[in-house]
Every structure is written in C-alpha cells, then in structure tokens.
C-alpha cells in the first residue's frame, strides 16, 4: 500500500515565478528519492461552481490573484519509511528557500492509498 501527501502551497504574489523556478530546480532532486512512486505540482488556474457542475460545462479561468497564487504538490512513496527519508532530504536542502516564497506554512494531508486507478495502467 502507497504513502502519499499532498501540500498546499499558498505562494506570495511576488514570489511566484520564484517558487515555480525553485520547484523546476528541486525537481530533479526530488525524483531522485528512494521510493517515489509519482510526483505532481499544479498551479490553481481554474474555479468551478455548481452551476457549471450541474450543466457539465469546463471550469472558468481565474482572472485576478487574490492574496496569494496556490499551488497543490503530491507525491506518492512504495512506503512510510521512504516518505520520511525524502522529506529529511527535502528540509536539508529546498525546505527555506520554499518557506522564504510563503504567506502562511503550507498544510500537508497524508495517508496510505485506499482506491487507484490510472488509464495508463488499466487493463
């Protein structure tokens, strides 16, 4: 069973082709942990309502930042040991320069893998 987090990256205005450039530059790293299955960063771009939910029309763009840019990371590792390991790896190397691009410290949801399912694998 996987182990996976998913963080929450509320990114200072100014600071955010800052943290997209370190994030790019920590990439190379952080697919380099022992044990990580997959790794995901996305930029919120989107906000959809119910609206638009009960009519199955796309999500609209956000057209204005308002106080921060929000990033969402997952990555999922074989173990919990692993995990641990990359994330001791991460503080010593990226972990202040991130927390230097932040309004507030980013929130980080963890948990073992209930349900998966993924087109590039499936029979």
Same mark, same amino acid.
């Given at each position: ?30 697919? =380099? =942990? ?90």
């Amino acid at each position: 069973m996987s182990f996976s987090e998913t963080c929450i990256y509320q990114v200072k205005p100014q600071k955010a082709e800052e943290f997209e450039a370190l994030m790019q530059e920590a990439k190379t790293f952080l697919e =380099q =942990q022992e044990g990580l299955l997959l790794l995901r960063l996305i930029k919120r771009g989107y906000r959809i309502d119910m609206e638009q939910i009960r009519e199955g029309l796309p999500p609209l763009e956000l057209t204005r930042i308002v106080k921060s840019v929000k990033y969402v990371l997952y990555w999922e590792f074989d173990t919990k040991e692993s995990y641990g390991t990359a994330q001791k790896n991460l503080y010593g190397t990226y972990w202040k320069a991130i927390d230097k691009c932040l309004i507030v410290p980013h929130d980080k949801y963890l948990g073992e893998e209930l349900i998966s399912w993924n087109s590039h694998t499936a029979d």
